[in-house]
Nanobody, 122 residues
Framework: QVQLVESGGGLVQAGGSLRLSCAAS????????MNWFRQVPGKEREFVAA????????DYADSVKGRFTISRDDAKNTAFLQMNSLKPEDTAVYLC???????????????WGQGTQVTVSS
């Protein structure tokens, strides 16, 4: 079972950038797709970005396309979310999640991190 730990959150002014990291334990990191979500208190968890197990396919929420970039470094067992041109509405707790290669899209995620707070001031 993979375990995930996010880092890199913080307070930034609108228009600024942050790079989030999601470090995974275990030796099978390369067999998981990696995904970023965000959550604001009182609202549903929102999909942000995903990258396939082999890094060839990425997907983004419309709200972050062109501003955020997801990547992975399998040698470091780490996924990243580069966030540029941040807006106050990007303020949320950002969580990463792993899903095993080959399972249905509807399958639950295998692991979630604890989240890292991102706050964007206007």
């Amino acid at each position: 079972q993979v375990q995930l730990v996010e880092s890199g959150g913080g307070l930034v002014q609108a228009g600024g950038s942050l790079r989030l990291s999601c470090a995974a334990s275990g030796r099978t990191f390369s067999s998981y797709s990696m995904n970023w979500f965000r959550q604001v208190p009182g609202k549903e968890r929102e999909f942000v970005a995903a990258i396939s197990w082999n890094g060839r396919i990425t997907d983004y929420a419309d709200s972050v396309k062109g501003r955020f970039t997801i990547s992975r470094d399998d040698a470091k067992n780490t996924a990243f979310l580069q966030m540029n041109s941040l807006k106050p509405e990007d303020t949320a707790v950002y969580l990463c999640a792993a899903k095993s290669r080959g399972v249905p899209i509807s399958a639950p995620y295998d692991a979630w991190g604890q989240g890292t707070q991102v706050t964007v001031s206007s």
